[in-house]
């Protein structure tokens, strides 16, 4: 299960997915990479983040993995009957560089990267440092979730086949990263406050470093 943090709610508890497509209408996921982190033998930290694409009303990137990534992602994208010039929007859920890597595959796109909104060189206004949502459109909507970094977002995803999917960036590492996220976050309270608010949102999780996990949602106290 993902990681026990108590709170108010129903109580929540996840399990693996076991596969990288979510089916649906309006919109579906599909993730083009998978991310990973670990430590080598030599002590190295090794890691490049998820790679999701949202497909429906609007073309949807979700992070784009590490500069080295460009082939790889040209190719998945292909794989589901899109090129990179069909994506509308790109959204980075935190500007690490293994989640900003290719943005220059989609120019003609509208950037969502942390809290900066633009389109070429124009940027919009927004509410996401109040802690308002930005919708893309009436299923698809920007989120703020800080606490890994100060001014983290993940886009919640509304009618696919199996509900509400969050694609989160790094708010989850992976599925049971409780004790080992923290190592990682600027602010963990905040962190934890906004992974509950997602598990209490989501039927399904997609992580930044690891393969999307269901959540399981029942009444009583909430342990995530």
Known sequence: ?????????????????GSHEIRGGPYSVHVIQEGYAYTDPEGRVRADGTVTLVKGPRVIVVDTGSPGDGPLIVEGLRQRGVAPGDVTHVVCTHGHSDHVGN??????????????????????????????????????????????????????????AEGQVVVAGDLFEREADEGSWQ??????????????RVLELADVVVPGHGPPFRVIKGSGQVSL
Do not use: K
């Open 103 to 160: 943005l220059g595959l989609f120019p003609q796109a509208t950037f969502v990267v942390s809290h900066d909104v633009c389109r070429g060189h124009v940027y919009s206004s927004h509410g996401l440092s109040e802690g308002q949502g930005l919708p893309i459109d009436g299923w698809a909507e920007v989120l703020p979730t800080p606490g890994h970094c100060a001014r983290d977002v993940s886009l919640l995803v509304r009618g696919t």
């Open 1 to 17: 299960d993902a990681s026990r943090e108590a709170g108010a709610g129903p109580w929540v508890r996840t399990e693996p997915r």
């Open 183 to 196: 190592a990682v976050s600027e602010n963990p309270a905040l962190q934890a406050q906004h992974r509950r």
